[in-house]
């Protein structure tokens, strides 16, 4: 079981920590009461998106045996208009970085991370059409 505490700092202004006992900020606007110090929740919301991907792909990969050197990956959003104001379009371009990277290799480890181990995407994807790109960079 997972659990996860949130305190209050100062109007919209909050510390997390999970049960890995590390701690993160989150902020709100100085229109909603915030310092604007902090990454909103939504934003959170993708970087963990983003970082359940990034390990499953670098998982996979290894297990290739294809000798990635960088992954990066960008994200674009859309959110409803409406309360909630859930996503409705995520974009993910996966930038890998090597020399000679099989296409396909990198193609499978980013279907199977979106369709099989990435949780995050799963959920997501209930409210959220989620689609990725791929960007190989051919290093020297």
């Not at 229109?31 to 990454?39: I, L, N, Q, Y």
């Not at 929740?41 to 990969?61: K, N, R, S």
């Not at 930038?95 to 991370?113: M, R």
Request: with cysteine.
């Amino acid at each position: 079981m997972s659990e996860v505490k949130i305190q209050q700092l100062k109007g919209a202004s909050f510390a997390a920590r999970g049960s890995s006992g590390h701690w993160v900020m989150m902020d709100g606007t100085e229109a909603v009461g915030g310092v604007d110090g902090a990454s909103r929740p939504m934003e959170m919301v993708l970087f963990g998106l983003g970082g359940c991907t990034a390990v499953d792909v670098e998982i996979i990969l290894k297990k290739m045996k294809v000798p990635v050197e960088k992954i990066e990956i960008d994200i674009s959003s859309e959110r409803a208009e409406n309360h909630p104001k859930v996503y409705t379009k995520i974009n993910m371009t996966y930038h890998f970085y090597g020399k000679d990277l099989p296409l396909k290799k990198l193609e499978k480890a980013v279907q199977l991370s979106k369709e099989t181990y990435c949780s995050v995407s799963a959920m997501l994807a209930s409210t959220a059409k989620i689609t990725a790109n791929i960007e190989n960079h051919n290093t020297l």
